[in-house]
Each structure stands twice: as C-alpha cells, then as structure tokens.
C-alpha cells in the first residue's frame, strides 16, 4: 500500500507508543525506542512487522516510541498511522483488523 503522507497515533504517556509513518522509497523500516528495549525490543519490532505485513506496507519508515505498551496497544497504533498515512477513514476492513 502506498503512503500518501506522514502520519502519527498515540501518545508519549506511560504504557502508550507513538508509532510515526513517513513514506520511505527504499522498502520498510522499522525504528524502536523503547523503555523496555532490552527485555522486548525483538519482540516490539517482530510484531512491527506482522502488523505491517498484514496491512500490506510497503515502501515506508515506521518510527515506534515505546512507553511500556501491550501489544494490543501497539498494533492499534501501527494500524491507526497506517490509515491516516494513506487517507482512508471510512470502509475500513474491521474484519481483518
């Protein structure tokens, strides 16, 4: 999926992540800084790149400033960007989320 433009979800709180989505020409790249890198941080990008591949992006940087957030979280999050970053906000595939 192309991204059309930058894009952020969440916050900067405890037990939050921001996750930012620039458009990047040279494939996927993903970013983590975390509280918990050194406990998590494989896992972190591990699902970085499911949710990604999931969603089928491509071609882009996701940048993840982790605060100790559940991977329920952080998916939501990763998911959240990507729709902004390709300007879909109505007939979103609920079902596949």
């Not at 059309?4 to 900067?12: E, F, N, R, S």
């Not at 952080?74 to 902004?84: G, P």
Request: charge should be negative.
């Amino acid at each position: 999926m192309k991204i059309k433009t930058q894009a952020v979800a969440g916050t900067l709180e405890s037990s939050d992540a921001q996750v930012m989505i620039l458009p990047n020409s040279s494939g996927l790249k993903i970013t983590l800084d975390s509280s918990v890198y050194d406990q998590y941080g494989k896992h972190i990008i591990a699902l970085a790149e499911q949710t990604a591949k999931t969603l089928q992006l491509e071609d882009a940087t996701v940048k993840i400033v982790d605060k100790g957030a559940l991977d329920c979280t952080i998916k939501a999050r990763i998911e959240t960007a990507f729709y902004r970053a390709i300007d879909q906000q109505s007939g979103l595939p609920w079902e596949v989320l």
